[in-house]
């Protein structure tokens, strides 16, 4: 006759998607990320990322002979780098 199959619950769309933990509610910038996931984000290398890393103070964690990033603290160290019109900084860079 026929064989007996189990219902599997329902997967989001989306399963396929690496689990990270997340804070409460408006904390997605807790996301620990990869580097693979640092790379799309920045739009930057390997080879850049790790650069920064290395040389110029992106925090970052060693996790076995991988690298994670706390998101939130990537955003952070991004705003030392924020270009904003009108600054002395730009107009004493330009002379």
Do not use: C
Not at 37 to 55: A, G, Q, Y
Not at 57 to 83: C, I, K, N
Request: glycine share 8%.
């Amino acid at each position: 006759m026929g064989r007996k199959t189990t219902k599997k619950a329902p997967s989001s769309p989306d399963s396929t998607a690496p689990v990270h933990p997340v804070g409460p509610a408006g904390a997605a910038d807790e996301r620990l990320l990869n580097t693979r996931e640092l790379m799309e984000f920045m739009n930057l290398s390997r080879t850049k990322i790790w650069d920064l890393v290395n040389n110029h103070g992106l925090p970052a964690f060693r996790v076995g002979g991988d690298y994670r990033y706390l998101r939130s603290e990537v955003l952070a160290w991004l705003q030392q780098y924020r270009v904003r019109s009108g600054s002395q900084d730009s107009e004493a860079e330009s002379e």
